[in-house]
């Protein structure tokens, strides 16, 4: 019986609190899973531009949608931007120099800047 009644007044206490921090970690958590969907989204439009100069702008805008989302969805934002460069950096030989102005535009996004810095001219509105 004592139990019960424990359960109940916690719960009246957590149902009375802005946000507890169970409910807290849930939306982090969902944030990150739709940050990392926004990633994956602006990466598959990057492919399907297939458009010269226009990394930076995908990076920029993938970074900018997830971050939208809050805490969670930044945190997913550069974890995946710091994974991908760092594979890139070792894997593709593309040099520091286009990892350094990739992360720029990363965190230019990432911060809230404005992804349409980065867009190239000539690139098709549907992006």
């Given at each position: 019986?004592?139990?019960?009644?424990?359960?109940?007044?916690?719960?009246?206490?957590?149902?009375?609190?802005?946000?507890?921090?169970?409910?807290?970690?849930?939306?982090?958590?969902?944030?990150?899973?739709?940050?990392?969907?926004?990633?994956?989204?602006?990466?598959?439009?990057?492919?399907?531009?297939?458009?010269?100069?226009?990394?930076k702008y995908?990076?920029?805008?993938?970074?900018?949608?997830?971050?939208?989302?809050?805490?969670?969805?930044?945190?997913?934002?550069?974890?995946?931007?710091?994974?991908?460069?760092?594979?890139?950096?070792?894997?593709?030989?593309?040099?520091?120099?286009?990892?350094?102005?990739?992360?720029?535009?990363?965190?230019?996004?990432?911060?809230?800047?404005?992804?349409?810095?980065?867009?190239?001219?000539?690139?098709?509105?549907?992006?």
């Open positions: 019986m004592r139990l019960c009644v424990c359960l109940v007044l916690l719960s009246i206490l957590c149902a009375g609190a802005d946000m507890s921090p169970l409910r807290e970690g849930g939306k982090f958590v969902l944030d990150a899973l739709g940050g990392a969907r926004d990633m994956f989204r602006a990466y598959q439009d990057m492919r399907e531009a297939n458009y010269k100069d226009a990394d995908f990076h920029a805008r993938g970074n900018y949608d997830a971050a939208q989302r809050g805490p969670g969805g930044a945190w997913a934002a550069k974890v995946i931007s710091d994974a991908r460069e760092k594979w890139q950096s070792d894997v593709s030989g593309r040099g520091a120099e286009d990892t350094r102005a990739d992360q720029e535009a990363n965190e230019w996004g990432r911060n809230g800047g404005d992804p349409n810095r980065y867009r190239p001219a000539g690139l098709p509105s549907k992006y």
